[in-house]
């Protein structure tokens, strides 16, 4: 374990289904990210949490809505998904988002939209 | 705007060979560095990074990364290879300073180490 947890590990959810993927970090860090895995492409940031704020949107879909009630959690609310949605989330925290320090990642949720 | 180019998808060694996983990166200014790996159904794993000092950087599991200002590349290296190499590598780059100063990563490269 890395001390990013993500559950669930796997998902399979209709178009109209709404769910939400959770993330947790107990590491003490103050900034917290969604990142998007699709095969042989680039990972895409999504989201950026900074203190509980969100300080970067990456021109994401409405359907795709996060929340961070606090700086150990972080939620992406899924609904109404598209299939070209189903990908490998990632979710990564780390000591400040302006300075020299790596992510730490969590093993990600693998989504199915059908 | 910053960017990585990991321009091969797969490498392939035999064990016991020397690796080379190559990285290229375009940034404003100095950049920040890093690489990670990614097992089967697991998470992005930090190896090692180059902030600032001796272009040589050491990492995990042996790994070792060479930082070339005027090549702009980060290419991963290993002297010997084992099978339990083989996984997903991915190269990141941030620059040292600006407001909006985000990691950006490469597509990945699958390293495969056969026996």
Known sequence: ?114 | AQSVAQPEDQVNVAEGNPLTVKCTYSVSGNPYLFWYVQYPNRGLQFLLKYITGDNLVKGSYGFEAEFNKSQTSFHLKKPSALVSDSALYFCAVRPQSGANSKLTFGKGITLSVRP
């Open chain 1, 1 to 114: 374990e890395t001390g990013v947890t993500q559950t669930p590990r796997h998902l399979v959810m209709g178009m109209t289904n709404k769910k939400s993927l959770k993330c947790e970090q107990h590491l003490g860090h103050n900034a917290m990210y969604w990142y998007k895995q699709s095969a042989k492409k680039p990972l895409e940031l999504m989201f950026v949490y900074s203190l509980e704020e969100r300080v970067e949107n990456n021109s994401v879909p409405s359907r795709f809505s996060p929340e961070c009630p606090n700086s150990s959690h972080l939620f992406l609310h899924l609904h109404t998904l598209q299939p070209e949605d189903s990908a490998l989330y990632l979710c990564a925290s780390s000591q400040g988002w302006l300075v020299n320090y790596g992510y730490t990642f969590g093993s990600g949720t693998r989504l199915t939209v059908v």
